[in-house]
C-alpha cells in the first residue's frame, strides 16, 4: 500500500511569510503527527492529531499549528517565519491503537531566508 | 517519558555484528522500547519494538534484560547501507497518543 506522502518536499520561503505542509497518511492510519528536524535541536515533536483533534502537543510556539482532516490528511502552518524556521519536517503515520509502530514520510525541507 | 541514553557514534565493517546498547534507567512499567533507523533527508524508519526478553525480525534483535533499564540492539552482518542514524525510543503507548521522543541517536557508520 501507498505510504506517507508530504508535500511538497522542498520550500523557500522569506522571513515573516507563513507556510502549509501538507501530509497524507497510509490508507486507514488516524493519527498524524508531525516532527521538527534540525542540526541543533534533533527530532522534536510538534504535535499529534487523531480523528480531527489534536491530542498531545509538543513545546513549540504558537506559530506553529496544524489541523486534520475527515479523510485523516493533515495540514501543518507556520506562520510568521522565522530564520531558526529552517527544518525538515517530517509527518508520521499509525493506526493510533495502542503500541503500534509509525510511519514517516520522506518529509519537507523548509529553508527561511 | 522516560529519557534514552544511547553512543553518540560506532563505527563498524561490512559482514560484523553490530550491538547498540541504550539506556534507560527510569522506564515505565506500560513503556515499550522501539528502535528506529534514519537515513539523511528520510523520515525514520521502524525497525523492532519489544517489552521484554528476545525479540527478532527479518532485520534485527532486540535484547532487554528482566530489570529493563537498557536494551540492546543487534544488526547481523551489517552492509555499507546500513550506515546510518539509530535511535531508541522509550514511549508509554497505553496512554492516548503516539508521540514519540527521539534523543541524539547513534551514528553508525560501516566501513568496507
Known amino acids: 500500500k501507498a505510504g506517507v506522502t508530504q508535500t511538497p518536499r522542498y520550500l523557500i520561503k522569506t522571513r515573516g511569510q507563513q507556510v502549509t505542509l501538507s501530509c497524507s497518511p497510509i490508507?486507514?492510519?488516524?493519527?498524524v503527527s508531525w516532527y521538527q528536524q534540525t542540526p541543533g535541536q534533533g527530532l522534536q515533536f510538534l504535535f499529534e492529531y487523531f480523528s480531527e483533534t489534536q491530542r498531545n502537543k509538543g513545546n513549540f510556539p504558537g506559530r506553529f499549528s496544524g489541523r486534520q482532516f475527515s479523510n485523516s490528511r493533515s495540514e501543518m502552518n507556520v506562520s510568521t517565519l522565522e530564520l531558526g524556521d529552517s527544518a525538515l519536517y517530517l509527518c508520521?503515520?499509525?493506526?493510533?491503537?495502542?503500541?503500534?509502530?509509525?510511519?514517516f514520510g520522506q518529509g519537507t525541507r523548509l529553508t527561511v531566508v | 517519558l522516560a529519557k534514552t541514553t544511547q553512543p553518540i557514534s560506532m563505527d563498524s565493517y561490512e559482514g560484523q555484528e553490530v550491538n547498540i546498547t541504550c539506556s534507560h534507567n527510569?522506564?515505565?512499567?506500560?513503556?515499550?522500547i522501539t528502535w528506529y533507523q534514519q537515513f539523511p533527508s528520510q523520515g525514520p524508519r521502524f525497525i523492532i519494538q519489544?517489552?521484554?526478553t528476545k525479540v527478532t525480525n527479518e532485520v534485527a534483535s532486540l535484547f532487554i534484560p528482566a530489570d529493563r533499564k537498557s536494551s540492546t540492539l543487534s544488526l547481523p552482518r551489517v552492509s555499507l547501507s546500513d550506515t546510518a542514524v539509530y535511535y531508541c525510543l522509550v514511549a508509554n503507548y497505553g496512554g492516548a497518543t503516539n508521540k514519540l521522543i527521539f534523543g541524539t541517536g547513534t551514528l553508525l557508520a560501516v566501513q568496507p
Open positions: 490508507s486507514g492510519h488516524r493519527s
Open positions: 508520521a503515520s499509525s493506526s493510533g491503537q495502542t503500541n503500534t509502530e509509525a510511519f
Open positions: 527510569n522506564i515505565a512499567t506500560n513503556d515499550y
Open positions: 519489544g517489552y521484554k
